[in-house]
């Protein structure tokens, strides 16, 4: 089995691999990068579409990707690092990278796909070494060059396949981690089934175990927990990871130990890092009434698809609408900050020509449209309402209550904390 990535390997890349390096270390075309970095990329091309530079589409197109990527991935874009549009938008942003590897450290870790080079990056900063694996040369240039860039002397690129990744050729590693590959082969179709992904998990697991004691992998969030917790008697932890409360990965670690893993449920914002880790079963449930609503607390993904959400609500006196609901209700706003807070306005069960007329009474010409165990979808939910526009500051949050009632809470989206 090849266990490379592959994840850039598209011959309709804009910017080929064989040009990239040439582009950024010829010091015409850095100064023109530097100098045009914050210029708009679209009025670039025609100001020097007639002034004889060469590489201009190239160039023009790293400075797109440069600026596009700025947040995401900023020691990279800052290096003026080769990037290619595909590797960017499939690879993990530096604050994710940076927060998986902040417990783990040791003197040697193998990254089994390479990709862009990000998580191999940050396991740089733990770890006193770690080796690459990269079947394809072309894909090993370019990470080689941005390691270089990025000052990371300690990563070394192996340009061979991973399944030829062994402790008597490499040295013994702490840690091994991957980013299996979700559109392996040539067609790049999403795979949603593990054992379908590249390398094959499942299939792997026990032989990487035997190297290492520590194995950690990244993969989809649409995978179920409950699924994985069944699947592997070797799972350690599963983390469900959101940045600014858009769940981004599932992130599991295996030791060699059979035992009951931990579920964390964690996000990344802006200014600050909300974490919840399982602490007890959950216990008997209470559901709260609609007309009792002054406050709706709805918790982040994270929590959600970790399924802690009821057990993190638990602490803070917070009660669900119903069995199958994530609306939680108050009569006063707590300290529960891993989600987003309404204050509710009005609530009436659901009647959508009553519903219309009280957003033609209130003069509502834009809402946001939420919704929680409630049969519409939100597109269904907008056009039974006449379609008005997204935005503003009023909400409309659909929701079922405990003995199947259908309700409609308008409220607003209070600010963080």
Not at 11 to 24: A, D, E, F, G, Y
Not at 133 to 147: I, M, W
Not at 265 to 288: C, H, M, R, T
Request: with cysteine; glycine share 6%.
């Amino acid at each position: 089995m090849d266990y490379s990535s592959g994840r850039t390997d598209n011959p309709s890349s804009l910017v080929q691999r064989n040009k990239l390096i040439s582009i950024l270390t010829d010091d015409k075309t850095h100064e023109f990068i530097i100098k045009n970095l914050h210029e708009d990329p679209t009025k670039l091309a025609l100001r020097f579409s007639d002034k004889g530079i060469d590489w201009l589409p190239e160039l023009i197109t790293l400075i797109s990707l440069y600026q596009k990527f700025e947040l995401k991935l900023p020691t990279w874009t800052q290096a003026l690092c080769a990037l290619e549009r595909i590797a960017c938008e499939q690879a993990t942003s530096e604050a994710v990278a940076r927060n998986r590897f902040s417990r783990v450290g040791g003197k040697l870790a193998w990254d089994l796909t390479g990709g862009l080079g990000v998580d191999s990056f940050y396991l740089s900063k733990r770890f006193e070494r770690v080796i690459v694996f990269e079947k394809n040369p072309e894909l090993v240039e370019l990470l080689e060059f941005n390691f270089k860039r990025l000052g990371s002397d300690n990563i070394e690129v192996i340009n061979d396949s991973a399944e030829n990744a062994a402790p008597d050729r490499f040295g013994q590693p702490d840690l091994i981690y991957l980013d299996p590959d979700r559109r392996p082969g040539s067609e790049r179709t999403r795979k949603f089934l593990l054992n379908e992904y590249q390398p094959d998990l499942g299939a792997n697991l026990h032989n990487w175990l035997g190297i290492s004691a520590l194995v950690m992998c990244k993969i989809s969030p649409m995978v179920d927990v409950h699924y994985l917790i069944a699947t592997f008697s070797n799972l350690h932890e599963i983390s469900v990871v959101s940045e600014q409360e858009e769940v981004k990965e599932i992130l599991l670690t295996f030791k060699g130990t059979v035992a009951q893993p931990i579920l964390k449920a964690i996000d990344i914002g802006k200014k600050q890092l909300n974490e919840f880790v399982s602490a007890e079963p959950n216990g008997p449930e209470s559901y709260s009434e609609v007309m009792n609503a002054k406050y709706v607390f709805e918790p982040s993904g994270a929590l959600i698809k970790s399924g802690l959400a009821r057990e993190y609500c638990r602490q803070f006196g917070l009660n669900p609408l119903a069995v199958n609901s994530q609306y939680y209700v108050s009569q006063q706003r707590n300290e529960a900050n891993f989600g987003r807070w309404f204050e509710v306005i009005s609530a009436q069960p659901v009647s959508w020509k009553v519903i219309r007329k009280y957003l033609k009474d209130m003069q509502l010409k834009r809402v946001m449209i939420g919704k929680r165990n409630f049969p519409e979808s939100v597109d269904q939910i907008r056009k039974k309402l006449g379609n008005p526009p997204d935005g503003g500051s009023d909400s409309l949050l659909f929701t079922t209550d405990s003995v199947a009632n259908h309700w409609c809470l308008h409220s607003k989206l209070l600010a963080k904390d």
